[in-house]
T-cell receptor, first 114, second 115 residues
Framework: DTEVTQTPKHLVMGMTNKKSLKCEQH?????MYWYKQKAKKPPELMFV???????INESVPSRFSPECPNSSLLNLHLHALQPEDSALYLC?????????????FGPGTRLTVT | DQQVKQNSPSLSVQEGRISILNCDYT??????FLWYKKYPAEGPTFLIS?????DKNEDGRFTVFLNKSAKHLSLHIVPSQPGDSAVYFC??????????????FGEGTQLTVNP
């Protein structure tokens, strides 16, 4: 099983709403990632969790708050977002946070902020 | 500063022929390279990777070549099939002891394989 699942597939939220994105993997991977991808652009790294601890935060605004409740789950809590935050949010996981470990991506959540 | 570049935004190839996708990088610290394929409305799918200690890696119809001196890699797809039509991203990684791996992606190349 090389699947990373993400819910919801689509999300529309207002600028005052609070919502969460969820990501799950059952491959025993110990590193999990959040990426943001705008149309016709490559994925941009937001956060990395390694062994359930936040190891990389790419200077992401505090309106995005990640959480890793256990080794299989990764959440991204959203609050007071801006329209420019509309994008495809991708979750990925890898065996470990080593340089040779391929990352496996979920299908993404298409977020629209109105 | 674009450390990984895919200079061709699009490539069109006839079914059965070879597709060659190119990628250049500038950071000499990169030591692991990956290719991902992405269909619309889906996440990227890992295709093939290569370590900097090798110059070629093959997996079925897909072969990746690495030229370290030129800081260039390429993905060959032979024979190309219509189902290969997708955006292909080149990605590179450099091991850092404190923060581990971080993938840097190129801008992507849209491959269209015509029947």
């Amino acid at each position: 099983d090389t699947e990373v699942t993400q819910t919801p597939k689509h999300l529309v939220m207002g600028m005052t709403n609070k919502k969460s994105l969820k990501c799950e993997q059952h491959m025993g991977h110990r590193a999990m990632y959040w990426y943001k991808q705008k149309a016709k652009k490559p994925p941009e790294l937001m956060f990395v969790y390694s062994y359930e601890k936040l190891s990389i935060n790419e200077s992401v605004p505090s309106r995005f708050s990640p959480e890793c409740p256990n080794s299989s789950l990764l959440n991204l809590h959203l609050h007071a977002l801006q329209p420019e935050d509309s994008a495809l949010y991708l979750c990925a996981s890898s065996q470990g946070q080593g340089y040779s470990y391929e990352q496996y991506f979920g299908p993404g959540t298409r977020l629209t902020v109105t | 500063d674009q450390q990984v570049k895919q200079n061709s935004p699009s490539l069109s190839v006839q079914e059965g022929r070879i597709s060659i996708l190119n990628c250049d990088y500038t950071n000499s610290m990169f030591d692991y390279f990956l290719w991902y394929k992405k269909y619309p409305a889906e996440g990227p799918t890992f295709l093939i990777s290569i370590s900097s200690i090798k110059d070629k890696n093959e997996d079925g119809r897909f072969t990746v070549f690495l030229n370290k001196s030129a800081k260039h890699l390429s993905l060959h797809i032979v024979p190309s099939q219509p189902g290969d039509s997708a955006v292909y991203f080149c990605a590179a990684s450099a091991f850092r002891e404190t923060s581990g791996s971080r993938l840097t992606f190129g801008e992507g190349t849209q491959l269209t394989v015509n029947p």
